[in-house]
């Protein structure tokens, strides 16, 4: 069975209407049909309830919409096994480093996808400026666009 690694920006996109939520849609329909296994380190689920509470702070949604997008972010997130192998916090600290980040967050994902030898899908306009050219499996949602 193939994986996948997906990251909060990314989960979010499915359950708040933003642009690309139908490819994030689309792309996750593709990797269920596919039996592709959609993975994550732990922080998966803290930083993406957390990202959609920021939606409501930020005025970009409302607090009923952001209660079910909530809800349905628990239901895609069924779908996501959480891993935290035991390298993953030194790695994912060296990529932060390597890759100027002063946060360490997004690094976890780029780590596990390292890890795994898979790609990581992200939403992350920043994350993905960082690892171009450095971590080719790094791909980003506008890659998965219809044309």
């Known amino acids: 069975m193939s994986q996948v690694v997906v990251d909060a920006s990314l989960a979010v996109k499915l359950v ?3 642009e690309d939520t139908e490819t994030a849609r689309r792309l996750w329909l593709d990797w269920t049909s596919s ?3 959609r993975v994550a380190p732990a922080l998966f689920v803290f930083e993406s309830i957390s990202a959609i509470r920021w ?4 005025k970009l949604t409302s607090v009923a919409a952001a209660d ?11 779908d996501v096994q959480l891993l935290m192998p035991p390298t993953l916090h030194q790695r994912a ?7 100027g980040q002063g946060q360490v967050y997004d690094s976890y994902y780029v780590a596990l996808a390292e890890i ?4 990581l899908w992200t939403a992350d306009d ?12 790094v791909k980003h949602i506008r890659h998965a666009r219809r044309k």
Do not use: H
């Not at 939606?55 to 930020?58: A, D, H, Q, V, Y």
């Not at 600290?93 to 890759?99: H, P």
């Not at 920043?126 to 499996?137: E, F, Q, S, T, W």
């Open 16 to 18: 708040l209407i933003e």
């Open 35 to 37: 039996q592709t296994q």
């Open 55 to 58: 939606n409501i702070i930020r």
């Open 68 to 78: 079910v997008a909530f809800q349905e972010f628990l239901e895609y997130a069924q």
């Open 93 to 99: 600290w060296e990529i932060a480093k390597q890759l």
């Open 116 to 119: 795994l030898d898979c790609e």
């Open 126 to 137: 920043k994350l993905y400026r960082a690892a171009l050219g450095v971590y080719p499996k």
